[in-house]
């Protein structure tokens, strides 16, 4: 399996070390009305990966699943329930219509945090006094490349550029 975004709002790390799959799936319907947002977390072995998926501030509240591959750059989601809103984006419990998603930008990911924090300010280095201009906000998901006690390295694919940099590690939900 490719760490990267998958497009339509999906996001997937893997970390050769541990064969952990970390995912986050963010997207809104057509209008606007309804959303659809989970975290997505498993363990590579075979095509079909279990997985449990839940709101990143409720993990207790857990809807599993698996993940199929398809392809190394291709998968398809399916779960035993929707979170609440997905039905009205994407159908991932209705084994007629697939959640599918296709790698769209490889990247180094070893992992997917979400941001906890109303802003999470970009560092040049862990070592950075001063933050940049730049920043993320709760509910971002952010591909992490690294980590140092207390900070991660991560990418922010946002609508019209990637951001990079170094962000406090306090400021997304634990990650793997």
Same mark, same amino acid.
């Given at each position: 399996?490719?760490? %990267?975004?998958?497009?339509?709002?999906?996001?997937? %790390?893997?970390? /050769? *070390?541990?064969?952990?799959?970390?995912?986050?799936?963010?997207a809104n319907n057509v209008n606007g009305q309804f959303?659809?947002?989970?975290?997505?977390?498993? =363990?590579?072995?075979?095509?079909?990966?279990?997985?449990?998926?839940?709101?990143?501030?409720?993990? &207790?509240?857990?809807?599993?699943? =698996?993940?199929?591959?398809? *392809?190394?750059?291709?998968?398809?989601?399916?779960? +035993? *329930?929707?979170?609440? %809103?997905?039905?009205?984006?994407?159908?991932? *419990? @209705? @084994?007629?219509?697939? &959640?599918e998603f296709t790698l769209v930008a490889k990247h180094?990911?070893? +992992?997917? &945090?979400?941001?906890?924090? @109303?802003?999470?300010?970009?560092? @040049?280095? /862990?070592?950075?006094?001063?933050?940049?201009? &730049?920043?993320?906000?709760?509910?971002? %998901?952010?591909?992490?490349?690294?980590?140092?006690?207390?900070w991660l390295q991560v990418d922010f694919p946002g609508?019209?550029?990637?951001? +990079?940099?170094?962000?406090?590690?306090?400021?997304?939900?634990?990650?793997?």
């Amino acid at each position: 399996m490719v760490s %990267g975004d998958y497009g339509d709002g999906m996001l997937i %790390g893997v970390n /050769p *070390a541990t064969q952990a799959v970390t995912g986050y799936y963010s997207a809104n319907n057509v209008n606007g009305q309804f959303s659809c947002i989970f975290y997505l977390r498993g =363990k590579l072995g075979r095509a079909s990966v279990p997985v449990s998926t839940y709101f990143p501030e409720t993990p &207790a509240k857990q809807i599993k699943g =698996k993940l199929s591959l398809e *392809a190394p750059d291709k998968f398809i989601v399916r779960l +035993s *329930a929707e979170h609440g %809103g997905c039905w009205n984006v994407m159908h991932f *419990a @209705d @084994d007629s219509i697939p &959640a599918e998603f296709t790698l769209v930008a490889k990247h180094p990911w070893l +992992s997917i &945090a979400v941001v906890k924090s @109303d802003r999470a300010y970009f560092y @040049d280095t /862990p070592t950075s006094v001063q933050h940049r201009r &730049a920043y993320i906000v709760r509910g971002d %998901g952010v591909g992490v490349r690294a980590m140092r006690p207390g900070w991660l390295q991560v990418d922010f694919p946002g609508d019209k550029k990637m951001t +990079s940099g170094w962000i406090r590690q306090t400021e997304v939900y634990p990650v793997e």
